[in-house]
């Protein structure tokens, strides 16, 4: 699986952005899929994750309320849409795909990464 991010950019505080990360291959559908975000000089850190079906979301708490991940199976993407958004939110966002079962927040469960997305939340 190929997968690459998109929608990242320059926003003001209390703004939104939508990240779209389209996947390549047929087996998408199969595949649970994660949003994480990594700040200059911080760690790589979970954001969101969605079962295979959709079924199932998962947010970091820092995030709740205001992000909402979502997927068309048929389009092969899945989006992470970003309300309310703050300057804490500033991170490169990458896209991740694995398969199914466990916590799905950690990094090291992903199999497949995308190349990142910037986002830049201005004050």
């Known amino acids: 699986v190929q997968l690459q991010a998109s929608g990242g950019g320059l926003v003001q505080a209390g703004g939104s952005l939508r990240l779209s990360c389209a996947a390549s291959?047929?087996?998408?559908?199969?595949?649970?899929m994660g949003w994480f975000r990594q700040a200059p000089g911080k760690e790589r850190e979970f954001v969101s994750a969605?079962?295979?079906?959709?079924?199932?979301?998962y947010y970091a708490d820092s995030v709740k309320g205001r992000f909402t991940i979502s997927r068309h199976n048929a389009k092969n993407t899945v989006y992470l849409q970003m309300n309310s958004l703050k300057p804490e939110d500033t991170a490169v966002y990458y896209c991740?795909?694995?398969?199914?079962?466990?916590?799905?927040?950690?990094?090291?469960?992903?199999?497949?990464w995308g190349q990142g997305t910037l986002v830049t939340v201005s004050s």
């Open positions: 969605i079962t295979w079906n959709g079924g199932k979301t």
């Open positions: 991740a795909a694995t398969g199914p079962g466990g916590s799905y927040h950690y990094s090291y469960e992903y199999d497949y």
């Open positions: 291959g047929r087996t998408f559908s199969t595949y649970a």
